[in-house]
């Protein structure tokens, strides 16, 4: 069952409090739930569809359903989106991803939430905004327990 949970980073300086920056963090339990919400206007039945994806350097690349998604199930301990309109992101953490899997996760969904900054100041307190909301999510999302764990590990 999903639980819907509203996320604010509440450790965060009070300038960031007061912009009122709430989204909702939805875990799924499955890589499967998190994709069928992901795909809600193209059923994940039809692997041989093709769509248009980002790379990690940001180069539009076409590609099937299908290989996008065994890319994700062969490559990523840990998976998610957001919703840019709804200031959500969903997301789906595996038995085998570590701190800095879950902490990149949520830092690079947090990056799209984020205004475009020229101003290399306001850039760096955007970085900033990032890498704390990142953090407190991936505490919300696993655990303050299972986070002091893997650090202990590396």
């Known amino acids: ?74 490559h990523q301990p840990c998976w998610g989106f957001c919703r840019t309109d709804k200031n959500k992101i969903h997301y789906w953490i595996g038995p085998s991803a570590n701190i800095y899997d879950v902490i990149g996760l949520f830092a690079h969904e947090f990056g799209h939430l984020e205004p475009l900054q020229e101003d290399s100041e306001l850039r760096s307190e955007a970085y900033s905004r990032v890498s704390v909301r990142a953090l407190c999510a991936a505490k919300e999302a696993m655990g303050l327990n299972w986070i002091q764990k893997q650090m202990e590990e590396k």
């Open 1 to 74: 069952m999903n639980v819907k949970r509203p996320f604010l980073g509440y450790l965060m300086n009070e300038a960031m409090i007061e912009m009122g920056s709430t989204t909702i963090l939805v875990p799924h339990e499955t890589l499967d739930s998190c994709l069928r919400v992901f795909f809600k206007d193209l059923p994940m039945d039809h692997p041989e569809e093709w769509i248009v994806c980002r790379d990690d350097l940001g180069k539009d690349e076409v590609s099937t359903v299908g290989r996008f998604i065994d890319d994700i199930k062969k």
